[in-house]
């Protein structure tokens, strides 16, 4: 008996693409770890000094959180402009324009110390922003080629990353001062000429080793799997994006208006500079050591779970900080470490729920407008953190950001339940 021909099996073209994509993923994760060890090392100057010497050179401790209210502008403004140019040109190009303004800033900053001039030290706080903003948005860069339900993990992946450098820069307060004052320059720019280089390095490890851009690799992919397509195809932001945009929101802002506050709190209360640079190095690491934590629990348990576990640690760390005694260090050592804790969870979970609420045609620009909410909301934070602790005290803000996170827990139930309905 005659048998009708085979018919050739052929491998599905995704199929065949998966171990290359999956080798440039990999490649693309470890260029953004290194840029982020570095930016990490950038982004403490900002966090740990920034206040006292906008306090020093202004004479008042009031507007102790003006600078990060500006570095958080600035911020806001460079969110636009990298998720743009990411969007047109590829993460590449928009991530290393980032960093290399916030290397311009930093530099800024150092000649505005030496000068004593307030003007040129604001303008130099919002470039540095942009440093900011690269690093923040450089997580975006390592979920574009990862399937959909790697996404968190991979967020997570560059998260972490920025750890090393985060932990190191507020350790290295009292010899980049000492480095400073070699150099004739007020000895709290000493961090800021760390910065200079740390960012600079950042932007060239991008532009060199940065090879294929993930984001115009991933728009010219087809569809992986059915989860994916949707994505691809639509053009319009799914229904969670304003519950991802609420955790994020939140999260920053409480993070950011604590934290500011905290090294004028121990000053006050007779701690020196390697104290409180010790407690924010602290507080620095646990907002990225545990990222890949926070990646795993939110592709295993979801988003809604996720958001009610970061807004009950946010509610933790205020009531910890607005406990704690004065001049305990453990106890504020305790509060700052939860509040890492809190936003990492936070920043992993609603960065989860925008990235699978945006479609990849839009994908790099609706990201760059959330993050523009994200700067907003810590500058925000950090201009109302000195104001409301010289009205009434760091405990009365801790206790008030503590209670303002927890907004993000019904907010996250609600909406889930009306999806739920939905479908």
């Known amino acids: 008996m005659a048998h009708p021909p085979s018919t050739p099996t052929r491998t599905p073209p995704t199929a065949a693409l998966a171990p290359a994509i999956s080798a440039v993923q990999k490649r693309t994760l470890t260029v953004l770890l290194v840029s982020q060890v570095l930016s990490g090392l950038g982004l403490a100057a900002g966090v740990?000094?920034?206040?006292?010497?906008?306090?020093?050179?202004?004479?008042?401790?009031?507007?102790s959180g003006l600078p990060i209210a500006l570095l958080t502008a600035g911020s806001a403004g460079a969110a636009v402009v990298i998720g743009r140019l990411s969007q047109r040109l590829g993460r590449r190009p928009g991530l290393a324009a980032g960093y290399l303004t916030g290397a311009l800033g930093g530099a800024g900053v150092v000649v505005a110390a030496a000068l004593g001039s307030p003007a040129l030290l604001f303008v130099s706080l919002f470039l540095y922003g942009a440093g900011t903003t690269s690093n923040l948005q450089a997580r975006y860069a390592g979920a574009d080629l990862a399937a959909p339900h790697q996404r968190a993990r991979a967020t997570s992946t560059v998260i972490v990353a920025t750890t090393a450098g985060g932990i190191a820069g507020p350790l290295l307060t009292t010899p980049a001062g000492h480095l400073a004052t070699a150099l004739h320059l007020p000895e709290l720019t000493g961090l800021f000429l760390l910065s200079t280089v740390a960012f600079t390095l950042a932007a060239?490890?991008?532009?060199?080793?940065?090879?294929?851009?993930?984001?115009?690799?991933a728009r010219n992919l087809p569809a992986t799997s059915d989860e994916d397509a949707p994505a691809r195809s639509s053009s319009r932001s799914g229904p969670g994006l304003l519950i991802g945009v609420v955790v994020l929101v939140l999260s920053q802002l409480v993070m950011v208006a604590v934290m500011t506050m905290t090294p004028i709190h121990m000053h006050a209360h007779g701690f020196g500079t390697a104290a409180s640079g010790l407690v924010i190095a602290l507080h620095t690491g646990s907002m990225y050591l545990p990222s890949p934590l926070a990646g795993r629990l939110v592709d295993r348990f979801g988003t809604t779970a996720m958001s009610v576990v970061t807004a009950?640690?946010?509610?933790?760390?205020?009531?910890?900080?607005a406990l704690a005694p004065g001049d305990s260090f453990t106890?504020?050592?305790?509060a700052l470490v939860l509040l890492g804790i809190g936003w990492s969870f936070g920043l992993v979970t609603g960065t989860a729920i925008v990235t699978d609420s945006t479609p990849l045609a839009t994908r790099a620009r609706v990201q760059g407008l959330v993050d523009v909410a994200i700067a907003v909301a810590g500058a925000v934070g950090g201009l109302a953190s000195g104001i409301v602790a010289a009205a009434t005290s760091y405990p009365a803000l801790a206790a008030l950001c503590g209670a303002l996170a927890f907004v993000a827990a019904p907010a996250a139930v609600v909406a889930a339940r009306k999806d739920s309905a939905r479908s």
Not at 55 to 62: A, D, E, I, P, V
Not at 312 to 321: E, F, H, R
């Open 48 to 63: 740990t000094v920034a206040g006292l010497l906008a306090g020093q050179m202004l004479h008042n401790t009031s507007l």
């Open 331 to 334: 106890l504020i050592t305790v």
């Open 204 to 217: 060239l490890t991008l532009l060199v080793w940065l090879r294929p851009d993930p984001l115009v690799l």
């Open 312 to 321: 009950g640690t946010l509610l933790a760390a205020g009531a910890a900080a």
